[in-house]
């Protein structure tokens, strides 16, 4: 069983990688290379040191470039969950009110304006939730981030070493019991 404070530092650590980058997550590289240091129990997030190197040797405007390009513009790569499982159907807007209703019964609020889904939103909320609902999350979903980190790498894109992380971790966090 893995320590909750980890859990929750690993999960608000994949958040902030995969949120869209702006001037706060260049200016907070050396904070999050530090965090992923003190995680070293954790190898399977060890890529993610690759992806801040990149952060650190590429312009701004590439890295939001890029982000765009891949998340925003390819149905096949964005990072709203339900997507893969749903696409645009009706099944889908049941499984985001689902999210809604789960964020909602965890206390959670979210603070931004984008689906419940947007799985930066949804690592957020797995670093605070309960253990019982991290593991429901992850199970259901780790199919959906495999998917995502496999077109990526094919790609060749720079984020896939932060989605293959996050993937390995989320298998590893489900064998062990969260």
Excluded at 6 to 28: A, C, G, H, M, N
Excluded at 76 to 94: F, M, S, V, W
Excluded at 123 to 145: G, K, N, Q, Y
Aim: charged letters at 25%.
């Amino acid at each position: 069983m893995t320590n909750q404070e980890d859990r929750r530092t690993i999960f608000k650590l994949f958040s902030v990688l995969l949120s869209y980058p702006d001037e706060d997550l260049f200016e907070s590289s050396g904070e999050l290379r530090l965090k992923l240091t003190s995680l070293s129990a954790f190898p399977t997030i060890a890529p993610c040191g690759d992806f801040l190197d990149f952060l650190d040797s590429t312009p701004l405007i590439v890295i939001q470039e890029q982000y765009s390009t891949v998340f925003d513009f390819n149905a096949q790569i964005c990072l709203n969950l339900t997507y893969h499982e749903h696409g645009e159907t009706h099944e889908r807007g049941a499984a985001l009110a689902n999210f809604r209703q789960l964020y909602k019964k965890e206390g959670y609020e979210q603070s931004n304006s984008e689906l419940p889904d947007y799985l930066p939103v949804a690592l957020e909320f797995l670093s605070l939730c309960s253990d019982e609902t991290c593991s429901t999350i992850l199970e259901r979903h780790i199919p959906h981030v495999d998917v995502l980190a496999e077109r990526l790498k094919e790609l060749g894109h720079p984020y896939h070493n932060v989605m293959e992380a996050l993937s390995l971790t989320c298998r590893e966090f489900v064998a062990k019991g969260v």
